[in-house]
């Protein structure tokens, strides 16, 4: 095993190597920075350009461009308020809330040096497990990814602010409207109301880039939002953000975890391990209240987890080459053009391709950092433009990313209805991240509830790590409660 991490080294610090990753970086950040444009659509752009290229250098070039876009991403949350990708909306929670208060270097810096801790604890994980990981997969199987599906759905109430009854009327409505279209397991049509569009369902971009980004925009035309909040960003808030990073490491590491667990389930989704983050931070706190507010352990939370799920979701697509996240789908797609099939031969036949794709990995989200870092108070003169010009530009892009899921004006027109909701959620008060996450989650549940019980009956209940996750689950939804009736009567 020695030999082979050292040959994985050796590969991943080749100058053919080196090369490809500096072609790639900017890219992937550019794709995370954009709205709407996720690592999703920057590999389904990217690959073609790996024809002709060595395979470790292919899978290199593809693997760096995504890794880094949730990087550049925290960058639009933070700065327009507005998700790079779907799953930066939990930095949104208090990422804004910071910058409204003049701390967005802080923001930015906790951001991008979390995104590089977490993206390095993900590659360390995946090194660890790459020898061992088979067995560990194998004890998840139908059952066990419901029960992590919902327990995911126990934090949609810790997740922000405000009323939690608020909170979960919105998670509950999230989950009405991921029922819309085919059903899953049966493929029957349910509420489509005779439209071929929504026989699909409704898509996650369009969702999040209305929840989010239309309720902005409309904030900077009425002269409030982003382009109110001008000046520099100071270097010193900055090096506070990353300070504040090292000086909760307890909360980078747990958060990290998380973000690797949920990673290495195959079908749980990247979008669902910022917001499991977050709401784990938020009950881990002595002061839940204060999360939503504008403090950067929230901001911290989600970006640690957001890059660290990356070295998760190799672990499954290595081993099984079954794909650990819709982006991990697509480079499995980058394997078989370069002439690489993963699965268990080729953990036996190619250990050391799978070490240097570690290094690769680490070393993507470090310079990932560091240049977004160099280019921040650059970025950060984007919030200084006068309302007039940012929101136009913002809302073009928004329909950009919103059509270029699939070509289809449907999406641009979903986006504007999706607007409608998250205007109304923010004025009233409901909870825009738990609907995200409720939608997320919904189909997951339903999936992998009516495979299990097809399956086994309602004797899945009785699988020893069943009973295991409805424990912790039980501990998530019961524990903050808990903890404050004991502080209570101490």
Not at 130 to 154: A, D, H, K, N, Y
Not at 439 to 446: A, D, R, T, Y
Not at 469 to 479: C, D, P
């Amino acid at each position: 095993m020695l030999d082979a991490l050292l040959q994985g080294l050796g590969q991943a610090f080749r100058p053919d190597v080196l090369l490809a990753m500096a072609a790639a970086l900017p890219a992937g950040l550019l794709f995370g920075v954009l709205p709407g444009l996720s690592g999703l659509t920057a590999l389904a752009i990217l690959i073609p350009f790996v024809y002709g290229m060595d395979g470790f250098g292919g899978l290199a070039f593809l693997l760096t461009a995504h890794a880094v876009v949730y990087t550049g991403g925290a960058i639009t949350a933070i700065l327009l308020g507005i998700p790079g990708s779907p799953p930066n909306a939990a930095t949104i929670i208090d990422g804004v809330p910071l910058r409204d208060r003049g701390r967005a270097g802080e923001a930015l810096g906790a951001a991008l040096a979390a995104s590089a801790v977490g993206g390095i604890l993900g590659a360390v994980a995946l090194a660890v497990l790459l020898p061992v990981l088979q067995p560990v997969i194998l004890l998840f199987g139908s059952p066990e990814t419901f029960l992590l599906s919902l327990m995911g759905l126990t934090f949609i109430a810790a997740v922000g602010t405000g009323s939690p009854i608020k909170g979960l009327f919105a998670g509950v409505f999230g989950l009405a409207i991921s029922f819309v279209g085919y059903e899953p397991v049966s493929g029957i049509p349910r509420y489509w109301f005779g439209s071929t569009y929504l026989l699909d369902g409704f898509r996650l971009v369009p969702l999040a880039l209305g929840l989010f980004a239309i309720p902005e925009i409309l904030a900077l035309m009425a002269g409030r939002g982003a382009g109110t909040h001008k000046g520099g960003l100071p270097g010193r808030q900055v090096w506070d953000g990353i300070g504040a990073v090292f000086r909760r490491p307890w909360l980078t590491l747990r958060s990290s975890l998380i973000g690797t667990g949920i990673g290495i389930i195959p079908g749980v989704g990247g979008e669902t391990a910022p917001f499991v983050a977050y709401a784990a931070g938020r009950q881990s706190d002595r002061n839940p209240e204060r999360w939503g507010t504008g403090i950067v352990e929230g901001v911290i939370a989600p970006e640690a987890s957001n890059n660290a799920k990356e070295g998760g979701s190799l672990v499954p697509t290595l081993a099984f080459g079954i794909p650990g996240s819709s982006g991990m789908a697509l480079l499995l797609g980058g394997f078989l053009v370069l002439g690489l099939q993963p699965g268990p031969e080729f953990l036996k036949n190619h250990l050391d391709i799978g070490f240097g794709l570690v290094f690769v990995l680490a070393v993507a989200n470090l310079l990932g950092a560091l240049l977004m870092l160099a280019l921040a108070p650059l970025l950060a003169r984007v919030v200084t433009l006068p309302a007039s010009l940012l929101a136009p530009g913002l809302l073009c892009l928004v329909v950009l990313g919103s059509f270029s899921v699939a070509n289809d004006m449907n999406d641009v027109l979903a986006t504007f209805g999706f607007g409608l909701v998250g205007l109304f959620c923010h004025r009233y008060g409901y909870n825009r991240a738990a609907l995200l996450l409720g939608f997320v989650l919904g189909p997951l549940v339903e999936r992998y509830l009516e495979i299990s019980l097809n399956l086994y009956g309602l004797s899945f209940l009785g699988r020893p790590l069943v009973l295991v996750l409805i424990a912790v689950t039980l501990l998530a939804f019961l524990g903050p409660a808990l903890r404050r009736r004991l502080r209570a009567r101490s």
